[in-house]
């Protein structure tokens, strides 16, 4: 007979020496004997739960649960394990009771599973009401000031500050804080909390990742270069998993694209630790010939945002004798009317907020769809543990991401010869499809109106204007001293931009004023709605590009306005779409052959103003005529790609890189 107290015990000391499995026999050994007594298996159960086998402790704590209805600890880790099996609806069914009655655990849990099914207004109630009964507990704060830094970085700034006045050694407070002051625009304070947060615990990688962002906001370009080294320490440093920066952070500084490749593959193991079992068979019945393939568009961005700048009218210029379309929507409805336009022209509109990854991906299934084209990955507000379930025999990244997901469930990105030359085909982990006309699709094109006088948009009426409308986020120190050398050679020229941040922009002049450019030779442009500022654009006579992060969409908008381009193809995806439109458009002799060209193909249309308007001329005939503007001819080239990987997928063969 054996003895209970002693086996669990032993089963403990198993257990904190690393070995589970004979801990986990030891208390089956105990259940077996005693299959009533609730402690063993309330132990077995927590036991299989911390050793990721959520399953078979879900079937003991229903037992126990069976035995004991409302059995406060089984129902939280009951709530635990079915958020391990991303059943976030179940889980919060079982915490509502156990936070009604103030509990601060089941607070806490009860506010996560609700932030994982998006409900965000609930789930604050819940960290609240944390807050409330457990002010010294500091997940309240650190969780509702996470949450608020999607929508509301006031509100989050206040819960933030309050938060550190309770926990002032806490660092990650103190980095959030410097978040949401980011988000608000004051960047010194920013730099303020994020270096205190970081002399609180040095480990704190992404808050240095921040502090680099706040460098380059207030174009503190020495801060920026010494805190660049140590995020490449960390990077070399960092274990599996460990997220140093985002993708999207990582896009702006003068990463490689191998580099960039790592970046992404460490933000995928991030954003899902553990790949969830597919829920579509990869070799489930094809339609039938003839059909349609149905294909999926997964974005959060279906709202006023760069992402439907582009592809706004691809949905409905789809052929449905060849593709059947699902637009799938996880981000937020700001009221611009672009949801009711795309739900309009789709063939199914799926809002997936409020619900799960994997409910998410279930209704994915459901649609029936061959090709899911995942239009963002990891920018903000995206859901890519949704992909991660595989809802597609075929997944694809597209538009949103100007860099390799390096995530296992993407087979495809879509990009273009001159986005990703042969020698840069490194810099991706997943099969290529190079598409013909270039990778940027736009809305259509129409004639620019002509714009204000330039005296109201504060431009000298005789002088040669230089714009260049990439954010501020985009200006780093080797593009502004490019530009200041073309200004240097053009007296006459002034640089329009739009205005960044106070401190940058004092930053900025300093510089110029440094290298002989009176302050007055730098135009800011306010921030506009989109209309007026294409209708300001053409008031430009030439768009000069930046070297590190280039235009993308910035880049279109001045095609479209007929305003020439001048930019250099980069070492990497982000630094040539502006390369890649000017070929697809049909004007590659303004693509030079890095930065030093760039320059003097700058001064040399400077000064030839026949030249320039010759080339406005050209542009402007070529427009109606180029693909990228074109919809409707942009999806037959998305389509055929489509047509030929689904055709080999068919096959039995893996995904491989495609030349239309």
Known sequence: MIDPEREMARAVALAQAGKVKPALAALEKVVAALPQAIPPRYNLALMLLTAGQPAPALRHLDRILAAAPGHPAASFSKARGLMLLDRAEEAVALLQPLAGRGDPEALLALGNALRGLDRAAEAAEAYRALIRVAPAHPGGPVNLGQLLLGGDAEAAAEVLTAGIARHPRRADLH??????????????????????ALALDPGLVQARGHLLRACRESADWDGEAAVLAELRRDLAQARPGVLVLPVQEALFFPFSGAEMRRIAAAEAAFRVPALPRPLTDRSRPAPPPGAPLTVAYLSPDIREHATMHLAGDLFRAHDRARVRVVVASVGPDDGSGWRERIAADSDAFLDLR???????????????????????VFTRHARPG???????????AWLGLAASPAAPWIDYTIVDPVLVPPGQRD????????????????QAWAPPVPPPPRAALGLPDDALVLGSFNGHRKLDRASFALWLEILAALPGAVLWQLAPPAPARARLETVAEAAGIARDRLIWAPRLPRAEHLARLPAADLFLDALVCGAHTTAADALRTGVPLVTCAGPRLASRVAASLLS??????LVA???DGLRDLAIALGRDPARRAELRARLLALLPGAVPFDPARFARDLERAYAEIWQRHRAGKAPADLDL
């Open 175 to 196: 980095a959030l804080l410097g978040q949401a002051l980011l988000r608000l625009g004051r960047q010194a304070e920013a730099v303020e909390r994020l270096r205190a």
């Open 354 to 376: 409020g619900i799960g990854d994997r409910a998410a991906a279930e209704r994915l299934v459901a649609a029936g769809i061959d090709l899911l084209v995942d239009l963002s």
């Open 386 to 396: 949704i992909a991660a379930h595989r809802p597609a025999p075929l997944q694809l």
């Open 427 to 442: 810099h991706f982990a997943e099969a290529l499809i190079r598409l013909p006309h270039g990778y940027q699709i736009n």
């Open 584 to 589: 697809a458009v049909g004007l590659p002799e």
């Open 593 to 595: 052959d890095g930065p």
